[in-house]
Each structure stands twice: as structure tokens, then as C-alpha cells.
């Protein structure tokens, strides 16, 4: 058993690198994504120079900050009035790219409680991209090495979103079919041309997992699942899917038996 320097968000797929943010800020300003039994040294800074976007070489077992808070936070709040914070961090494919949210809470806002960018950083070049900076991002996969699939809302309109970011062009293209009208957690097939979702819990605490072919333009729902009503806000429960790499299977969390939380492995046929 290997024994690391920090934990790991994300971890490249031939296993050699590691990417990893601040835990303890995360989860003070994002209850429920980092850890809660380690405090916060940061509570007071605004944007920390010392805090941000870290590589860690899983060989040496050492981690490398390559972009701080504070570096992101003078983009667009160079006073530092707002407490910034990362999260959302993925590999690319072929682990040349990190894709991650740059997050900043707005406290004196009736309309929003934080505001975010999409960012890429190229390893290779040492090179940070903004994707975008005009919407909220919420949710993220990878579709190939070049291209991003994210879902989100616009603003002032509160209006969701799939879109398709190319890294490249630094332009994306709006998925408008009906089906992903709502926000979730994509997931995509390697290797295909469809993806898996979901929906937040409806009117009557279902939550629906969707398939859809990007290619055909065409989805269906896979099935509708009950959640637990008592599980909710930081303690929530999404579906989450995630394909298997041969294709055939869904991960889900769930609580719809009873309400306890567990993983459910769904067959394809």
C-alpha cells in the first residue's frame, strides 16, 4: 500500500500523476465536497498564494502548485473582496490537460451565491485557458482530448444547459435537444457516440437516468429512481452515473431502497 503526500482528486489514466486542490477550503465554502475533520488555515485569506491547482508525481510523491488562488482570483477580482476556491478537477484522456472550476462566492449578491470559470491547464505548455467566464458551469466529462462536455446555466436567466467546449478553438456548441433541457451529471461511453446522465429529484422525488446519442440526437430514459426525501441538501444523494470502460455497465449512487445510501451496478443491453 502506497502512502501519498496529499489526496488525490483525480488521477491520470497511466497512473503517474495525481491532481489535487485544498480539501479543507473546499469543504468550508462547499459543505459536502472536501473533508470536515480538518480545519481551514486559510478562513481569513481571500485568495491564498500558497493554495490552489496541484500536480503530484505519484513516483517522487511530491506535489507541485501550478496555479494559486491568488493568480485565478486577479482575472477578475483583483481587490480579492470574494473567497476563491477550486474545484470540479479532471484529467484529460491523455493526461496532458486538467480541466477544473474556478469558483468565487459572491456574499453581497441577492441573485447568486457564487459565480465560476471554466478552466483547462496544459501540463505540457504550463498554460492556463479559460473556457468560460459568462455562465455558471456546474457539471463535467471529457469527451475526447480536445473537447469538454459541460452542463451549467446562463446568466441573469437561470437557464441550463449542455454545452460542447472545444480547448482548441476556445468556442463550444450548444446542445438544444429537449431531452438534457435540465441540469445533470454526464458521463461519456469510451469509444461511442452516447453519453449517461441524470436529473435532480422531480416534483415527486424521482430522479431519472438518461441515455443519449450525441450523434443521432436522440435520448430515452432508463429508468426512474425514488430519493429519499430526509437525504438532502449537503447529505444529498445524486445518481452520479459512470459507464464502465467496456460500455456494458452504469454505476449509480442511490438511495431508493428504503433510503440508504448505496452503489448500484446497472447491466446494458
Not at 240 to 267: F, W, Y
Request: net charge neutral.
Amino acid at each position: 500500500m502506497n502512502r501519498y503526500c496529499d489526496a488525490l482528486y483525480d488521477i491520470s489514466f497511466d497512473e503517474r500523476y495525481g491532481v489535487t486542490c485544498d480539501f479543507p477550503r473546499l469543504q468550508r465554502l462547499r459543505p459536502g465536497y472536501g473533508y470536515s475533520n480538518i480545519q481551514d488555515e486559510s478562513i481569513y485569506e481571500y485568495a491564498p498564494a500558497d493554495k490552489g491547482l496541484y500536480l503530484v508525481d505519484l513516483v517522487e510523491n511530491k506535489k507541485i502548485l501550478l496555479v494559486s488562488l491568488d493568480e485565478l482570483a486577479n482575472l477578475n477580482d483583483k481587490e480579492s473582496v470574494y473567497q476563491h476556491y477550486i474545484n470540479a478537477l479532471l484529467f484529460s484522456p491523455d493526461g496532458n490537460k486538467i480541466m477544473f472550476f474556478h469558483i468565487y462566492n459572491i456574499h453581497n449578491s441577492l441573485s447568486f451565491r457564487w459565480r465560476t470559470q471554466l478552466c483547462t491547464y496544459d501540463i505540457k505548455k504550463s498554460k492556463l485557458h479559460i473556457l468560460e467566464d459568462k455562465a455558471n458551469v456546474s457539471h463535467y466529462t471529457w469527451l475526447n482530448n480536445r473537447e469538454l462536455l459541460i452542463t451549467g446555466s446562463t446568466i441573469p436567466d437561470c437557464k441550463a444547459f449542455y454545452r460542447i467546449y472545444n480547448c482548441e478553438k476556445k468556442s463550444y456548441m450548444e446542445i438544444t435537444d429537449l431531452v438534457l433541457k435540465e441540469d445533470g451529471h454526464p458521463s461519456k461511453c469510451k469509444g461511442s457516440d452516447w453519453i449517461i446522465t441524470d436529473t435532480y429529484p422531480d416534483k415527486r422525488q424521482y430522479q431519472n437516468l438518461i441515455k443519449y446519442d450525441m450523434k443521432m440526437k436522440q435520448g430515452k430514459t432508463l429508468a426512474a429512481l425514488f430519493s429519499f426525501p430526509r437525504i438532502c441538501e449537503e447529505k444529498r444523494c445524486d445518481l452520479h452515473p459512470k459507464v464502465s470502460s467496456t460500455g456494458n455497465m452504469i454505476a449509480i449512487d442511490s438511495t431508493c431502497k428504503g433510503g440508504q445510501r448505496e452503489v448500484i451496478i446497472l447491466q446494458l443491453k
